[in-house]
């Protein structure tokens, strides 16, 4: 997005914008235009320059990753297949609801985990899995798990390149541009593959 500088908005927006967009992302249909990976990576980046608290930060952001998930699935639980005929809208896409049920059938229990880690399939799978009325129990544990490694993860590392890499600011812009490029290969390939079987 030109003229859009994340490191600026995530200091505007603080601990609250960050968990909330956090929560957003895991849990709601739109909230696949929001750019998970590279906020919490940047956020760990800045809690490296003493702009954040990184155990604040990676608490709330798990917290809010984690609630999200749980989120999604009780949407999924309480509609049903209801969700499937809802007509599309501005943020709701039949398509993308399709690629997560793919996803899900592929991956089984533990997409729950993996989805974290692949853009707009993360906003989808929560509901996905409440409508497929997966084992609570089981939800919980791998949605803990995916919590902790994406929000931890990216957090993380962002905040260990900062601290180790000198002049870190300068590779920001790159490093960011690259995470989003990674994370969006895995739906390039679904297109690809979805085009080929066609």
């Given amino acids: 997005m030109t003229g859009f500088d994340l490191k600026t908005f995530i200091q505007a927006v603080g601990y609250l914008g960050i968990f909330g967009i956090i929560f957003a992302e895991s849990g709601f249909f739109f909230g696949f235009f929001f750019p998970g990976d590279s906020l919490l990576f940047t956020a760990g980046f800045l809690a490296s320059q003493g702009f954040f608290n990184i155990g604040a930060l990676v608490?709330?952001?798990f917290i809010a990753a984690v609630a999200g998930v749980s989120f999604g699935y009780a949407v999924g639980r309480r509609l049903g297949e209801k969700v499937f005929t809802k007509e599309e809208g501005i943020f709701f896409h039949k398509k993308n609801l399709e690629r997560a049920r793919i996803f899900y059938e592929k991956y089984g229990k533990k997409a729950i985990v993996f989805a974290r880690f692949v853009p707009?399939?993360?906003?989808?799978?929560?509901?996905?899995a409440g409508v497929g009325k997966m084992?609570?129990?089981?939800?919980?544990?791998?949605?803990?798990?995916?919590?902790?490694?994406?929000?931890?993860?990216?957090?993380?590392?962002?905040?260990?390149?900062?601290?180790?890499?000198?002049?870190?600011?300068?590779?920001?812009l790159p490093i960011i541009a690259l995470i989003i490029i990674i994370s969006f290969v895995p739906v390039i390939i679904h297109f690809i593959?979805?085009?080929?079987?066609k």
């Fill in 120 to 128: 707009v399939i993360r906003s989808f799978a929560p509901t996905l």
């Fill in 135 to 172: 084992n609570y129990p089981s939800f919980i544990f791998y949605n803990i798990i995916g919590g902790a490694l994406w929000a931890g993860g990216f957090l993380l590392l962002g905040y260990f390149l900062g601290n180790t890499i000198p002049d870190a600011d300068r590779y920001l």
């Fill in 193 to 197: 593959k979805e085009k080929k079987q």
């Fill in 59 to 61: 608490a709330g952001s």
